[in-house]
């Protein structure tokens, strides 16, 4: 069998998860052939890990400005894009139109114009587009669409979602380019994709309505001020005003983080670890919403991003019972250690209560890896083998807009005040 061939776009903190799958678990289905960014410096050090962590050859490297040549070139199957959000719709479109299909992280693109970009180059050029949501292979949430599938509560009518982010991951996004909302779509985009793309996909239907409210309320200089605070820095590296500060990131106390961010500066002058309480921060960190489906279920679903825990808990209410689900996650710095402790399972629980029978805790036997042990199993269903899937879970371009719409709404609500509808944003071919 002839191994499909990859090239990748942006080498920063979410790369390694493919590039290093592809040299460790996948060489004999897949090929790694080159490296494509801004920065230099930053692909010489992804050839570091290759050739050191993971005894793969060096691959070729292209500036961002090549990134044509390096399709001509190269001649791949697939781009993987990992890049910053807002140029994903970038090169997910150029890698289409030169020939190759594509694998790009979440979230798809950042707003519904570059949303509709996408979907009009998949109609126009016949290729395909993967998104990566590896939350729907984590083993409880297949275990939550299977309940569901197998009608153990019947129709689902409400969804309620409540996310926890806590002070060292929810506070990350803050640091780095999240927090611009040009780059991200802020948090209902770039992280709540995850979320509301579990609901698609548990319940089997799309969003059809958005109403939100959100706001800065916890970082910002301006809350902080109000809190007393009077130490105040741009960037936390060797700056004394960090020291005792439990926000702050110190990029030369981690060789990881030194390597890939702190020496690749002078190239770019990206500063990965800025003070969470700065000025130019302009995502919110406080956020509600209410979405209405197709199928006439309601989510009300919450997200907040400074406190004690991480995790989240969720509920279904059916027409023959109620699904409740807690989940308590390992908090992690991006990049900053072991990738399988990224979102990684520290306490789970899920049970049924029927609506006239005896409540019951499911149990479900957790892989390993990431998120939830999902991370494996996607890697395995892009590069490997994959089996049959009944539960559908491999995401193309249209589940990938589905997600985002939900925050891409959601943000216009929170800007107007008003009620959002899907099918005002963007045109499904």
Request: charge should be neutral.
């Amino acid at each position: 069998m002839s191994k499909k061939k990859y090239v990748q776009v942006g080498v920063g903190g979410r790369a390694e998860f493919f590039y290093g799958a592809i040299a460790k678990s996948f060489r004999d289905t897949s090929e790694l052939l080159a490296f494509c960014d801004i920065n230099q410096t930053r692909m010489d050090y992804a050839n570091k890990l290759l050739v050191e962590k993971y005894d793969y050859r060096a691959v070729s490297t292209y500036k961002s400005d090549e990134f044509d040549r390096m399709i001509e070139t190269e001649k791949p199957d697939y781009v993987i894009v990992t890049s910053i959000d807002r140029t994903h719709h970038t090169y997910i479109i150029r890698a289409l139109e030169l020939g190759c299909d594509v694998i790009t992280e979440k979230p798809m693109t950042v707003d519904e114009e570059k949303c509709q970009e996408i979907l009009d180059a998949v109609e126009r050029t016949g290729r395909n587009v993967r998104v990566t949501f590896n939350y729907r292979y984590a083993p409880h949430h297949t275990k939550a669409r299977e309940l569901i599938m197998d009608g153990a509560i019947g129709d689902v009518h409400s969804i309620h979602f409540e996310w926890l982010l806590n002070t060292k991951h929810g506070a990350d996004y803050f640091r780095r380019w999240h927090r611009d909302k040009r780059n991200s779509g802020g948090l209902l985009v770039h992280k709540s994709t995850h979320h509301f793309d579990l609901v698609n996909f548990w319940i089997g239907s799309q969003p059809e309505s958005v109403f939100a409210f959100g706001d800065l309320l916890f970082y910002g200089r301006e809350n902080a001020e109000k809190r007393g605070m009077t130490k105040f820095y741009t960037r936390a590296t060797g700056n004394p005003n960090a020291q005792e500060d439990p926000f702050a990131l110190h990029l030369d106390k981690n060789p990881h983080l030194k390597a890939m961010y702190l020496d690749a500066e002078v190239e770019d002058g990206y500063q990965r670890d800025q003070s969470v309480f700065g000025d130019g921060i302009n995502i919110e960190d406080t956020m509600g919403v209410l979405v209405r489906y197709r199928n006439k279920a309601i989510l009300t679903y919450s997200l907040n991003a400074y406190l004690p825990w991480e995790g989240y808990r969720i509920a279904f209410n059916g027409s023959k019972g109620r699904i409740e689900m807690t989940i308590v996650e390992q908090s992690y710095v991006n990049s900053g250690g072991d990738k399988a402790l990224e979102g990684a399972l520290k306490n789970k629980s899920i049970y049924v209560f029927p609506m006239f029978g005896a409540p019951y805790e499911v149990h479900v036997e957790e892989g390993k890896g990431g998120h939830g042990g999902g991370d494996p199993v996607l890697l395995n269903d892009i590069f490997g083998t994959p089996a049959e899937d009944k539960f559908q879970r491999a995401a193309n371009h249209v589940d990938g807009a589905r997600s985002i719409l939900t925050g891409i709404a959601a943000n216009r609500s929170i800007r107007t005040g008003q009620a959002v509808k899907i099918g005002d944003l963007v045109r499904f071919h």
